[in-house]
């Protein structure tokens, strides 16, 4: 059984700063990719920002320069620290696995950026 569990979600200002972090456990035999995709009301889940095994990263446009995703690859867990928050970044924000042939899900965490 794998589990994928996010924390850190939360009410901010706009401009303000919020840090995520996600742990995956259980019975994985090896992770390649992990990551943070988000979904607002009415819309499609979007990738957020993505690390693979190698160390490569991948980010939304919108975010660049503002989230910064990292990686513990010892412990299986994988953080997005999120700058200059927007109104426009409130949503659930989904953590992601990908240990092949399965992916994995955490539950996901509500970000708002309100005044």
């Known amino acids: 059984q794998v589990q994928v569990v996010e924390s850190g979600g939360g009410l901010v200002q706009p401009g303000g700063s919020l840090r995520l972090s996600c742990a995956a456990s259980?019975?994985?035999?090896?992770?390649?990719?992990m990551g943070w995709y988000r979904q607002a009301p009415g819309s499609q889940r979007d990738l957020v920002a993505t690390?693979?095994?190698?160390?490569?990263?991948n980010y939304a446009n919108s975010v660049k320069g503002r989230f910064t995703i990292s990686r513990d690859y010892a412990k299986n867990t994988v953080d997005l620290q999120m700058n200059s928050l927007k109104p426009e970044d409130t949503a659930v924000y989904y953590c992601?696995?990908?240990?092949?042939?399965?992916?994995?899900w955490g539950q996901g965490t509500q970000v708002t950026v309100s005044s």
């Open positions: 992601h696995a990908q240990s092949p042939p399965y992916d994995y």
């Open positions: 690390i693979s095994d190698g160390g490569r990263i």
């Open positions: 259980g019975l994985i035999f090896k992770i390649y990719n």
